[in-house]
């Protein structure tokens, strides 16, 4: 498959293109950026799944050769962003560029399990969102406190100004169903997407439905995420959504 170059395309969702026939009924979105050591395994397990899945891999200016590998791999459709342009701009970029009726999102690194996404999938039946949660598994969770506590401040506040009850605001992981997400604008190009994303999809009403995950940090590469200021920016774009009443 050709890669599409994405260089300058607004990071929106709005005319989004129709299922075609006989194309998977899922899509699955995989923000990439230097994963050459884990993508290989992530690829293998979500092949495993044996699934009818349609892979759009969207690689924000990889430099280790992950972009040679996705090239490599004819099964995937290949976004290329050529250089960095967000984690949040990769995801906005990978969602509209997906057709499929159900679309799932997750990381390229393995911390969340591919083998879960037929259980998001599941749970599409009767929510129109499921995020993966990692606080919900029960047992002990191997991650920091500072990024736990990021993530649980952030998280109360969302549930507070949106009338939600999620436990794991910031997952990689979750599910949507076309309509749930087809016309959001989707403008954060970096990791406030997350929020903006959240805050979109509870605009509209939605209640933001939850399954438990195994999470497993990361086994090999570099932490590319710099999580205090994450947390800052977030906290910031999630009040300023919410007085402007954009969401
Ligand atoms: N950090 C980061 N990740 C990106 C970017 N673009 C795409 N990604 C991918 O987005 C996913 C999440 O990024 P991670 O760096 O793993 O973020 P995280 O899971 O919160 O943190 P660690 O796994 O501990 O590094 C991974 O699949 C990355 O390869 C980017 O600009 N920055
Ligand atoms: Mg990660």
Known sequence: MTPLHIQDAPGTQGALPSPRPNEPVVDVVVPVLNEVEMLPRFLARVAALGMDLRLICVD???????????????EITLLEHGRNLGYGRSLADGLRASRAPRVVIIDADCEYPPEAIPVLLAGLESAPVVYASRFLGGGPLDMSPLRRAGNRLLTDIFNLLYGQRLTDLYTGMKALRREAFQGLALRYNGFEHVVELAAGLAGRGLALAEAPVAYTPRQTGRSKMRHLPEVLKALWVLLKLRVAGRA
């Open 60 to 74: 924000n200016g990889s430099t280790d050769g992950t972009l040679e590998l996705l090239r490599s791999r004819p």
